[in-house]
């Protein structure tokens, strides 16, 4: 067994134990500090002895395994947050998922921004979407989306009909098509650029996994741009964390005039409040211009 695949072993096992009730996004970030999943699992056993024994950590061990074998054997592509081939920027923030399954072409130093907003979407909307991916898309950047209805499939279908390079960070196993009206994008995003889940290949859609797939977005990109959202829309989640990932916001003026929250936000200066296409080249290209505008949390702006 390789050094490599005994990391993704121990990485496994942790997941599984949770040691002392840690949770995942703990455990990444103990690892991450160690610089070995190993490590950690050898430092649960020495110190949590009469708590977890070692048999426990041993089948933990065992059944990891088994399950990356399985997971070999099925062609899934796991990639550790230990591995080089992890996503750089996303490695960089405080909740980091501690695996991917990715099914297409990963680019760790991927340069891109997250396009999000409501599934039911507005003519204007679905507008402003497209002329968000063809911008992404002339300055050579992946469109980043979600897959979902709406405002997602309009920015993943403009990049791949224009022939920019789109990532879809789903909110379900790997193995898993939601929305099945999106079985064939899915498959053609897989095709042609990358499919990215953070979730064990066959995990269900719940109302918990979306709002970490929209975490996981916004740490992947290097900005977000929100269409279109309403008042208790799942964008907003994503908004917020972008600020905690110190990450620049992309803004519609209807969302900033339109929600409370929108309105909260634009206040903000990492935030570009936009109209127009031109507004949103303006922004984009600001932001690609400036290495400062994605190091907000360290100059004091955010956080």
């Given at each position: ?100 399954f ?33 911008i992404?898309?002339?300055?050579n ?22 022939g920019?390079?789109?990532v ?44 970490m ?26 908004a ?15 969302v ?16 570009y ?16 211009s ?6 907000l ?7």
């Amino acid at each position: 067994m390789t050094q490599a695949r005994r990391e993704d072993v121990a990485l496994l096992a942790l997941l599984r134990l949770r040691p002392n009730g840690m949770s995942w996004e703990k455990i990444a970030n103990e690892v991450q500090l160690e610089g070995s999943a190993i490590r950690v699992l050898d430092r649960v056993g020495e110190s949590d002895g009469a708590l977890l024994a070692d048999p426990e950590i041993e089948a933990a061990a065992a059944r990891a395994e088994v399950e990356l074998s399985d997971w070999e054997t099925a062609g899934l592509d796991f990639i550790s947050i230990l591995s080089p081939r992890y996503p750089s920027r996303l490695a960089g923030v405080f909740d980091a998922p501690p695996f991917l399954f990715a099914s297409g072409s990963v680019v760790p130093d991927d340069k891109g921004m997250s396009v999000v907003g409501s599934r039911k979407m507005s003519s204007a909307g679905e507008s402003m979407a497209r002329d968000a991916a063809r911008i992404l898309g002339e300055r050579n950047l992946t469109v980043i989306a979600g897959l979902a209805e709406g405002i997602d499939t309009v920015a993943h279908r403009t990049a791949l009909d224009i022939g920019a390079r789109t990532v879809a960070v789903i909110g379900t196993g790997i193995n898993k098509y939601y929305p099945a009206a999106n079985r064939r994008l899915q498959d053609e995003i897989a095709s042609k650029g990358l499919v990215l889940s953070q979730f064990f290949p066959d995990a269900p859609p719940t109302k918990q996994t979306f709002p970490m797939r929209n975490r996981t977005m916004s740490g992947y990109g290097m900005a977000t741009i929100v269409i279109e959202a309403g008042e208790r829309s799942g964008t907003r989640i994503q908004a917020r964390r972008a600020a905690e990932h110190g990450r620049p916001v992309i803004l519609s003026r209807r969302v900033a005039e339109g929600t409370d929250w929108g309105a909260a936000i634009a206040r903000n200066p990492w935030v570009y409040v936009v109209g127009s296409r031109a507004d949103i080249e303006q922004a984009v290209d600001e932001i690609c211009s400036d290495p400062s505008a994605l190091m907000l949390q360290d100059l004091g702006l955010v956080g």
